[in-house]
């Protein structure tokens, strides 16, 4: 995953970044759709597993969304669902 690296609360030692939204479509966003992921400019995610954390219209709205989520749920739970989804990549 390339991108900025942040800190984050909780982030159990893993590191993530800020980057552009691959998936980003300007046309779902001029249509009005409001809660599609595809419509965020910007995304916060892990390095290792490439989880999706949370995104915004902005670098500082990504940012601060993944703090508060990441804060929220506390290290068991952040490091739970990591070990989830490198099972989930060991899987595949």
């Known amino acids: 995953m390339v991108g900025d690296p ?3 609360p909780n982030n159990c030692g893993e ?3 800020v980057h552009f939204n691959p998936f980003f479509d300007k046309n779902i966003v001029q249509m009005g759709v409001l809660f599609d992921v595809d419509a965020e400019r910007f995304r916060v995610t892990h390095v290792g597993t490439g989880f999706r954390v949370a995104g915004g219209d902005t670098i500082d709205d990504a940012i601060a969304q ?3 989520k990441m804060e929220h749920k506390g290290e068991g739970e952040v490091r739970a669902v990591l070990d ?3 099972a989930t990549l060991a899987a595949a």
Do not use: I, M
């Open 84 to 86: 989830r989804a490198r």
């Open 15 to 17: 590191t993530f970044v």
């Open 6 to 8: 942040v800190d984050l």
């Open 66 to 68: 993944a703090a508060a």
